[in-house]
């Protein structure tokens, strides 16, 4: 079988230079999963923990350098998690706390994505056309954990609507679509190892396709019992936006489940300066 073409000017892999990642969890209805995942990704079946599917719906801010210059991209990813159907019979059974952990090494189950907005035309097209993400112009206003300050571990990021101008760029709308937000703060996260992560997608000639993410350290991961309701959400703020209607119909009235996080670590620190002796 071939494999899926590289266009120019891509090649892959595609290497991050730094990646800050937020991923929250909800345990869902799988009926209304099953009918968003047929719409999108007719060749896969939405995975069940227990009598429930999993929405998961993260956050990326990551960096990359190029010959030419560098990048700076954010996104966010409305995912259901599910497996090929025609592989069925080699899927481990497993609870979402196992499956949070990177239990499954066959990565069957993996992230079908349903909507993918992101700021950065150049990462549009390239998701789109080397792994079918259903990916379009989105903008962010994000708050995350820095060592620059202030001290706490609080994410919140709103979402919110774009277009492409003809020149190309990104043309922000003032609507807001969504929130995402969780505060860790006091919190110690698990280190899991569960990458590389499958992401599925599917062309527009109605052929499936997975492409695998490896990320080089552990994440952190927050359990069911750490994340409260008051701790972790999502708020749709446009629920007549496409992505609102799904996530409006996906979730319904569902609390988080737990909460992932991956941040790069620091390459160097510029100090405090001091004083030189006058003469």
Known sequence: ??????PAPYQLPFHYG????????????PGPARDVLAKHHPALSVAQFGERALVSVNFQLYFAQYQFGA??????????????TDAADRLPGLSYEQYAQGYDQTKLLGIAR???????PLAIDAGRKLYAEPKYPGWFEAAMPSLNGPAG??????????GITPEGEIERHPTGLFTLAADLT????TPVNNTPITGYGTDEG????????NVYQPYL???????TADRAGLAVLDPAAEVGQDLTRLLGDAAPAGVWTYQSPPVAAHNRPYYLRRH
């Open 1 to 6: 079988m071939p494999l899926p073409p590289v």
């Open 18 to 29: 730094a990646l800050h990642n937020l991923g929250v969890d909800f345990l869902v209805d």
């Open 71 to 84: 990048g700076i991209t954010q996104e966010v990813e409305v995912n259901i998690v599910a497996f090929p």
């Open 114 to 120: 349903i909507h993918v907005l992101c700021d950065n």
């Open 153 to 162: 571990n609080r994410w919140h990021v709103t979402c919110k609507a774009a």
């Open 186 to 189: 006091g919190l110690s996260g």
């Open 206 to 213: 109605g052929r499936p396709l997975a492409g695998p993410m």
């Open 221 to 227: 991961w927050y359990s069911p019992a750490d994340i």
